[in-house]
C-alpha cells in the first residue's frame, strides 16, 4: 500500500507540448495519481452525441508511461454550454426564483431529466472507453456535490420524498405544524420548495428540504455510478464538499463510496487553519467509519476565499498534508496540478505556479512527494482515539433555520469549539454519528444538539449508564426530529439524564461572568438543578447564582451539563479534567497515534515557531533514524516515529 499523492490535472487548458513536460515535472515531484478530466465535458464532448476522445487517450498513456495512476473524473459537474441551449429548463433557479445562466459551473438541476440523461450518458461513453485503460485506478464521479434548485422539477420531486416520508397529507400537516401561520395543506400538489418568501420560512419545510436534497442529490451520484460498475470494477467516489451550503449528508453517502474523499480549504486565520485541518480531517475518518479515506484536494499555496487572500507560509503545506495524513488520508491530493493561465481560477495556487518548476513552491511539491513514501507503512492504520464529539448534519440544518431564539446560536461554531479545546489540549479526537456505538470512548461530547431523535437520547443514556463520561452542551434535546418541542422544560430529551430542568433561555449579547472566575459568552439558561451537582454557577446578571455547570452520576457513568459557551481557559481546565491532558511538550505540536495491530506510528507535527523536544522511543521514519527517548521536531517541521 502506498499514499496517493498529485492533484486535479486539467490538460485541456494546455498546448499537447505542455503535458509531456508535465508528466516529466510529475515524476520529479513524486505524483503517483491525478484527477483527470472534472471539468472537460466540453472538450469530450464537444457537440450532443459527438465525442472526442483523442487527446483523453493521448494523456492517459502518457500518465501511464510516467507510472502516474488516473482518478478520471466524469465531467458532469459543468454541461457544455450547447446543453444549457438545448435545455434551458435544466438550468438551476434560486431561491428567488432566479434561473441561472451559462458562464460558470454546476449550472443545471439534477432534478431535470435532460440532465440526468446527459450526464449518464457522459458517463458510459467514459466507461465504454476507459474501463480497461492500465492508468485508471479510480472513477471519481462528478465534482462536490451541493449545488441546490429551487425549480418546477425541484417542486415535483420534493413532492414524492415527501409522500414517501410522510404518507398522508395529516401527518405531514402535523410533522410541519402547518396550524401555525394558517400554513395547512390540502393538497400535496401546493407543497412547494422553501423558495423566498415575505418572512420567517417554516423550519420543519426548510429541514425537509435539504434531507430531501441531500437525498436527491446521492440518486443522481447513485445513476452515474451504476453506469461505471456496469463496466468497470475500479473503486467509485465523489469528491466531498464542506460548508454551510452544501445540504449533503455526508455520513449517510459514505456508504456509497468505496473510499471517502474531501476537499479541504481551511480559510480561518492564523493557527484556526490549523485547526479547522485537523476538524475536517478527524469528520473525514468519521464519515469512513474509521478506515482509511482521501485529502482529494488542497491548496498548494496560496488562495482566494472571496473575503481575504490565505497564504501558506514555507512548511505549512506540508504540514497540512502531515495532518490530514495522520488523521487518515491515504494521501494528499491538490487542486491543480498545473496553474490556470485564464479562466476564473487562474490566481488559485497550484503544485506547478505560474512561475514554473524553477520556483519555491514547486520545490516544496517535490520536497513532500519524496517524504510520503517513506511514511507508506501507515497507509492501512487506523488512528488512535478515547474522545468523541458527536457529529449530526440533520441538527446543523435544524438550526439553519430562521425561528431559533437567537442568531448567535451556531451549530458548526459549537461543535467547531469542542474540537478545538481538544486540539489545543493535543487530545485526538473522533466524531460520531448520534447512533454509533459509543462504548470504545472514555468522553463523548455533545454541542448544541438542538434536534435529537428519542433514539439518540436513549443511545447517549445507555453510554452514561456503563461508565461514560457525557458532556452535553448548551441548547442542546430541545427538539424532535419534526423540529417540535420536547415539552416540560429544557433541555428535553436530556434532561432526566442531565437531571436539570429549564424553563427559560437567556442568550447573551456580551460574556457573563462565573462563580470559578471564568465566563460565559453566547447563550445561558435559567438552569434548575434537580437531581444533579452544581459545578459552576452564574455570577452576577439575571442569572446570578444559578446552575451554570452540573453534573450527574448516572449508573457507572456522569452526565455533565454546560449552559453556556465557556472561555477557552475554563474550557481547557473541563478538558483536562475530563481527558486528564495536556500538551506534553508545550507550544503547538499536534500529536496523532496510529494503529495497526501491535504497531504503532505516532505523528508529529510542530505548528509553532521553537523547536520542541518530545519523547518518543523507536525509528524516526522521515529520517529513517532511531530514536531512544527524546526527539527533536524542528520549528514548523515533522516527525513520524514507528515506536519500539
Ligand atoms: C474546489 C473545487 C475545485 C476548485 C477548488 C478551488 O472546491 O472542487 O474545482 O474550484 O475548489 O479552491
Known amino acids: 500500500m502506498s499514499l496517493w499523492y498529485g492533484g486535479d490535472y486539467n490538460p485541456e487548458q494546455w498546448d499537447p507540448a505542455v503535458w509531456k513536460e508535465d508528466v516529466d515535472l510529475m515524476r520529479q515531484a513524486g505524483v503517483n495519481l491525478v484527477t483527470v478530466g472534472v471539468f472537460s465535458w466540453s472538450s469530450l464532448e464537444p457537440a450532443p452525441g459527438e465525442y472526442d476522445f483523442a487527446w483523453l487517450d493521448q494523456v492517459l498513456d502518457l500518465l501511464h508511461d510516467g507510472g502516474v495512476k488516473v482518478d478520471l473524473a466524469t465531467p458532469t459537474a459543468s454541461p457544455p454550454p450547447w446543453f444549457s441551449r438545448l435545455h434551458p429548463e435544466a438550468l438551476p433557479v434560486t431561491a428567488d426564483g432566479v434561473r441561472l445562466t451559462h458562464g460558470s459551473r454546476d449550472t443545471y438541476c439534477v432534478c431535470a431529466p435532460a440532465y440526468r440523461d446527459a450526464a449518464r450518458g457522459i458517463a458510459r461513453a467514459l466507461a465504454e472507453r476507459y474501463d ?82 441531500s437525498d436527491e442529490l446521492l440518486a443522481a451520484y447513485l445513476d452515474q455510478k451504476a453506469v461505471l460498475r456496469e463496466h468497470s470494477a475500479a473503486p467509485i467516489t465523489t469528491n466531498f464538499v464542506f460548508g454551510g451550503w452544501v445540504p449533503v449528508n455526508h455520513a ?28 475536517g480531517a478527524d469528520l473525514a475518518r468519521a464519515w469512513a467509519g474509521g478506515k482509511p479515506w482521501l485529502l482529494m484536494e488542497q491548496a498548494a499555496g496560496g488562495l482566494n476565499t472571496g473575503e481575504r487572500w490565505h497564504t501558506k507560509e514555507p512548511g505549512r503545506m506540508a504540514r497540512h498534508s502531515l495532518s490530514h495524513v495522520a488523521r487518515g488520508s491515504r494521501g494528499a491530493l491538490f487542486f491543480q496540478w498545473r496553474a490556470s493561465r485564464g479562466g476564473a481560477e487562474m490566481y488559485h495556487s497550484a503544485m506547478v505556479p505560474h512561475a514554473g518548476a524553477d520556483s519555491a513552491r514547486f520545490r516544496e511539491v517535490a520536497q513532500l512527494g519524496s517524504v510520503l513514501p517513506r511514511l507508506a507503512e501507515v497507509a492501512g492504520s487506523t488512528v488512535v482515539a478515547e474522545v468523541a464529539i458527536l457529529w449530526d448534519a440533520e441538527c446543523w440544518w435544524a438550526m439553519q433555520g430562521t425561528h431559533l431564539p437567537s442568531s448567535s446560536l451556531d451549530y458548526l461554531a459549537a461543535v467547531r469549539s469542542a474540537h478545538r479545546h481538544f486540539w489545543h489540549a493535543d487530545v485526538t479526537v473522533d466524531f460520531a454519528a448520534p447512533d454509533a456505538d459509543l462504548s470504545s470512548y472514555r468522553v463523548v461530547v455533545v454541542p448544541s444538539l438542538y434536534l435529537v431523535s428519542d433514539e439518540t437520547a436513549e443511545n447517549l443514556a445507555a453510554y452514561v449508564e456503563s461508565g461514560g463520561q457525557l458532556v452535553v452542551g448548551y441548547f442542546s434535546g430541545i427538539v424532535d426530529p419534526d423540529v417540535r418541542v420536547r415539552l416540560g422544560g429544557y433541555p428535553g430529551a436530556f434532561a432526566e439524564l442531565l437531571g436539570v430542568r429549564v424553563e427559560e433561555f437567556h442568550p447573551l449579547s456580551g460574556e457573563v461572568a462565573l462563580a470559578s472566575g471564568g465566563r460565559g459568552r453566547v447563550w445561558s439558561e435559567d438552569v434548575e438543578a434537580v437531581s444533579a451537582e452544581v459545578v459552576d454557577r452564574y455570577a452576577g446578571g439575571v442569572l446570578d447564582g444559578k446552575p451554570a455547570v452540573t453534573r450527574r452520576q448516572v449508573g457507572t457513568g456522569t452526565a455533565w451539563y454546560v449552559s453556556t459557551e465557556l472561555d477557552d481557559d475554563t474550557a481547557a481546565d473541563l478538558v483536562s479534567r475530563l481527558a486528564g491532558a495536556g500538551r506534553s511538550a508545550g507550544g503547538l505540536v499536534e500529536t496523532v497515534r496510529r494503529r495497526d495491530g501491535g504497531v504503532t506510528w505516532v505523528f508529529f507535527i510542530n505548528h509553532g515557531d521553537a523547536d520542541a523536544v518530545v519523547p518518543a522511543v523507536g525509528t524516526e521514519l522521515v529520517a529513517g533514524a532511531a530514536v531512544n527517548g527524546e526527539l527533536v521536531v524542528p520549528a514548523g517541521g515533522y516527525a513520524v516515529v514507528r515506536e519500539a
Open 132 to 213: 480497461d485503460h492500465p492508468a485508471l485506478a479510480m472513477w471519481h464521479v462528478h465534482n462536490e456535490y451541493g449545488t441546490t434548485c429551487y425549480c418546477t422539477f425541484a417542486a415535483e420531486r420534493f413532492r414524492g420524498w415527501l409522500r414517501e416520508r410522510y404518507g398522508s397529507l395529516d401527518r405531514l400537516n402535523e410533522a410541519w405544524t402547518t396550524a401555525f401561520w394558517s400554513q395547512r395543506y390540502a393538497e400535496w400538489a401546493d407543497i412547494e420548495p422553501p423558495r423566498a418568501t415575505q418572512y420567517l420560512v417554516n423550519p420543519t419545510q426548510y429541514l425537509d428540504y435539504r434531507r430531501f436534497w
Open 252 to 279: 449517510r453517502w459514505a456508504a456509497e463510496v468505496d473510499v471517502v474523499a474531501i476537499d479541504h480549504y481551511p480559510d480561518h486565520a492564523g493557527i484556526g487553519a490549523e485547526e479547522q485541518t485537523a476538524f
